[in-house]
Nanobody, 130 residues
Framework: QVQLVESGGGLVQAGGSLRLSCAAS????????MGWFRQAPGKERDFVAV???????????DYADSVKGRFTISRDNAKNTLYLQMNSLKPEDTAVYYC????????????????????WGQGTQVTVSS
């Protein structure tokens, strides 16, 4: 069983930055595929970013088109922590942000589906004011 705890959300003005963290209890955190998703009121949970082990201490990262160039996903395996650096925030980025984990590599569109992930955090609210 893996427990995920997000932190770092808050209220920020448009154009500002936030860094989200997700602390994981996984014993072999480095091998988990980790993702960030977000859910705005009345909407479905949407993919934001994913980072997965691709072998030889290398990781693969991918992003939703809406956040490419503004958000950066990273991980510190020594600290069992996942991060999401969010820059140039827009009001449309307002949502509850969730981190998710799964013990396998994901390929293609599977990376973008919430149903591909087995473990979820409780979420952290990000509000961007205009």
């Amino acid at each position: 069983q893996v427990q995920l705890v997000e932190s770092g959300g808050g209220l920020v003005q448009a154009g500002g930055s936030l860094r989200l963290s997700c602390a994981a209890s996984a014993r072999t955190f480095s091998r988990y595929t980790m993702g960030w998703f977000r859910q705005a009121p009345g909407k479905e949970r949407d993919f934001v970013a994913v980072i997965s082990w691709s072998g030889n201490n290398a990781y693969y990262a991918d992003y939703a088109d809406s956040v490419k160039g503004r958000f950066t996903i990273s991980r510190d395996n020594a600290k069992n922590t996942l991060y999401l650096q969010m820059n140039s925030l827009k009001p449309e980025d307002t949502a509850v942000y969730y981190c998710a984990a799964v013990w396998r590599q994901l390929y293609g569109s599977a990376r973008y589906l919430p149903s591909s992930y087995d473990y979820w955090g409780q979420g952290t609210q990000v509000t961007v004011s205009s």
